[in-house]
């Protein structure tokens, strides 16, 4: 976003905003009569804004890689800063599986949402060769009916996040946004005592010398490192997530966001369901963007509905078809007889499969049947 | 904080004028319009538009606690970190001490089974001192089918407190705590609950108790999707009341037949039918929860009344800490009591599945 480095009044740069050009190289082919017109400004002040934006353009040092378009990063890049990610484990080794290993940073889980660029295009005008372009960001959606195990699910990932890297976590902070109050701060505890019993079970293991290998991370650390937060109305959402920015600043090693749950808030108060897409979609763009920046993932966990399809009732996502669209990866989470199975609906980099997995007193494990196994659709 | 003016936070002047100039005035409207549609509207830049935002999203968003210190702040200003014993060993073991505060329970069952019962018995409870088990304070009862019996209440009570309820004064006090009141319409009830926001802390107020949600749901006319549209705002206010006040909310429910609008399935599974498991609940069940799945999504913990070949049992079928766990139960001149407080774990929806 170039534009509003040029020194042209607001509102010629509120007009080039509007008209769609937001970067300096879409002003490289376009003549001053084609930008008045666009504009609705006079020729001469059409040809002013080309002369200063040609300035500019021509002081900046271009670098190789990008000289083609501003912000794109090549596929082999991209390879190899995919591959050279973290994963935080959901402490079920068939989720983790079907997953490609746990859940990448740098990726937003969200279940229900398909092309990027469509969103980005349609939304905000913006040209794909933007900084947003990076095809690498992803959103997870996780979805389910209620006691499914969603907050469980969350709760899982806000503590697992903490594993120390000796272990093959990553050690960073979580952030978690309940906008429901499912949170409950005893099952956290449960849940991060039960983590450090697993740690020290596999420090004696793999150390395999006698004496006492005792983690000396303590359940409290661990709640320590979850920033609360509790969100009362859609308003203290967004604001929330604006908000975000500064603090992520200032709290660097947060690596995972989990936002419980992200549909609760929107479902009412909205008469115009246009702007409700426009407000999420927005919303979404926000996580996207952090997610990028600070490196780290953002799981959002979703409500379901009914919905009529095909001559029946079906189950689906709430908040409307646009936002299931949003999202690049979606997780369902649903029932498979007497099992709880997750389902990957939608990924562009990962197969189609379920695994089994169940709630236990300890957290999320893999699930004890027998027969357990994945099944790649 | 949604509703936070403009002008109340101190942005550069020109900016703020802008907003007032085209009436956005309360931090709601400036965060509702996405950034473009800002920009458009006030004719400014994307840079005074973000920096505005910043600035207005800074003053509205929430603090953050970290889990640790809400721990301790529950630990240390709630009774029993924030659970209210029910008196059913079994139950409070599960729900790691009782019913949780701030977020709301629920009792679902068909007619009969011993929903009022309960709650009777519950109200009674809180009214009691802390030495007794109770929450020391006052009782809101909103009787929607006219169920309450003070003199049922009075019996439970002097079975199971003998050396309070034997005293007149004493029995009138607690009696005293209970308020009952009777909406007729939604619309009253609405209006009570707007009340009782208001009023809560200051009263001593230390429970809520609606019995039954579905009653008055169903006696508006209104169907489909107006109904869910009231309903939703109700499930919100409700929420937000549980929340901000921190105390325990019991809302009981009905039951319904299984129709064949209730979708069970996604659009996957339908497409796929190899591997997957046919659910013998649904051909068991037939009785779902009234009120649809937005209010099931909506309460925090799920306690299921049904009778099975002759036995009553409660089961926790949704709860954040408690594992899918069955008591048998019977229904005594004492209140609700539980046959065995070894639960029963359930495997798999069939804790959700209602008999009767």
């Known amino acids: 976003m170039e534009i509003w480095r040029l020194p042209i009044s607001a509102s010629q740069r509120g007009k080039l905003i509007s008209a769609g050009y937001t970067s300096l190289s879409s002003l490289s082919s376009i003549s001053s009569s084609d930008l008045a017109r666009e504009l609705k400004v006079s020729e001469s002040e059409a040809m002013n804004i080309l002369k200063v934006a040609s300035h500019s353009r021509g002081s900046e040092t271009s670098n190789a890689s990008c000289s083609i378009v501003e912000g794109a990063q090549t596929a082999w890049d991209m390879l190899h800063d995919e591959e050279s990610l973290m994963h935080i484990t959901t402490s079920s080794a068939d989720l983790d599986n079907i997953l490609g290993g746990g859940i990448h940073c740098k990726e937003v889980t969200e279940i229900g949402w398909s092309s990027l660029s469509l969103i980005v295009n349609s939304v905000l005008k913006y040209k794909l060769t933007t900084a947003f372009g990076s095809e690498s960001i992803i959103f997870m959606l996780i979805g389910g009916v209620p006691g499914i195990g969603k907050t469980q699910l969350g709760i899982q990932i806000a503590v697992n996040v903490q594993i120390p890297n000796d272990f093959g976590g990553l050690g960073g902070k979580a952030i978690y946004i309940d906008t429901e109050g499912s949170f409950m701060v005893e099952r956290a505890f449960q849940i991060a005592e039960a983590c450090i019993e697993d740690m020290s079970e596999y420090n004696r293991f793999l150390r395999k010398d006698f004496q006492e290998c005792k983690i000396k991370m303590l359940p409290q650390d661990i709640l320590e490192n979850i920033f609360y937060f509790r969100i009362c109305s859609y308003t203290e959402q967004i604001a929330l997530i604006n908000y975000l920015d500064k603090f992520l600043s200032e709290h660097k090693d947060v690596k995972v966001i989990v936002v419980d749950s992200v549909t609760f808030h929107f479902r009412q108060d909205f008469d115009d369901m246009a702007h409700r897409t426009r407000v999420l979609s927005g919303m979404a763009l926000k996580l996207m963007n952090l997610a990028k920046r600070f490196s780290l993932a953002v799981v959002l966990l979703n409500q379901v509905t009914t919905k009529h399809t095909e001559a029946s009732f079906q189950l689906a996502f709430a908040l409307g078809d646009s936002w299931s669209h949003t999202c690049t990866n979606r997780i369902v989470l649903y029932w498979n007889g007497n099992e709880r199975y997750a389902y990957i609906d939608k990924s562009p980099s990962l197969r189609s499969a379920s695994a089994a997995y169940s709630v236990t007193a300890r957290g999320i494990r893999n699930s004890s049947s027998s027969c357990k196994r994945i099944k790649m659709m | ?356």
């Not at chain 2, 240390?76 to 059913?88: R, V």
């Not at chain 2, 977020?103 to 007619?111: D, K, N, Q, R, S």
Request: proline share 4%.
């Open chain 2, 1 to 356: 904080m949604a509703n936070k003016l403009i002008s109340e936070i101190r942005l550069p002047k020109s900016i703020a004028n802008v907003f007032s100039a085209r009436n956005i005035s309360t931090a709601k409207d400036a965060l509702s319009l996405t950034e473009f549609e800002l920009m458009e509207l006030l004719d400014v830049g994307l840079t005074e538009v973000r920096s505005a935002l910043s600035q207005i999203s800074e003053i509205v968003a929430p603090p953050y606690q970290t889990a640790l210190s809400l721990m301790e702040q529950r630990f240390q200003n709630e009774h029993l970190g924030g659970h209210f014993p029910t008196g059913l060993k079994g139950l409070d073991a599960a729900l790691c001490g009782g019913i949780p505060f701030g977020v709301l329970t629920e009792l679902v069952g068909p007619a009969g089974i011993g929903k009022t019962q309960f709650c009777l018995k519950l109200s009674l409870l809180a009214s009691l001192p802390t030495n007794y088990g109770g929450l020391d304070g006052r009782v809101i009862y909103i009787d929607v089918e006219s169920k309450f019996s003070s003199r049922r209440l009075l019996e439970i009570g002097l079975r199971s407190f003998p050396e309070i309820f034997q005293m007149k004064e004493m029995a009138q006090e607690m009696a005293g705590r209970i308020l009952v009141l009777r909406p007729t319409s939604l619309a009253e009830f609405t209006q009570s609950l707007e009340q009782i926001k208001v009023s809560l802390l200051q009263n001593q107020v230390k429970m809520l108790v609606i019995d039954s949600m579905a009653a008055l749901v169903s006696g508006e006319h209104e169907q489909g999707a107006r109904r869910q549209q009231t309903l939703s705002w109700h499930i919100s206010f409700i929420k937000s009341l549980a929340e901000f006040s921190r105390i325990p909310v019991v809302v009981t429910n009905q039951v319904r037949s299984r129709n064949h609008d209730d979708a069970s399935r996604y659009s996957f599974q339908v497409q796929s039918r190899d591997g997957a498991i046919e659910t013998p609940m649904q051909y068991d069940s037939h009785l779902v929860a009234a009120l649809g799945i937005q209010w099931a999504h909506a309460v925090t913990t799920r306690l299921v009344l049904e009778a099975k070949s002759g036995e009553r049992f409660i089961k926790v079928a949704k709860s954040p800490i408690s594992p899918p766990l069955a008591f048998p139960f019977h229904i005594t001149s004492s209140g609700i009591s539980l046959l065995s407080d070894d639960g029963k774990e359930v495997m798999g929806p069939e804790i959700n599945a209602i008999h009767c």
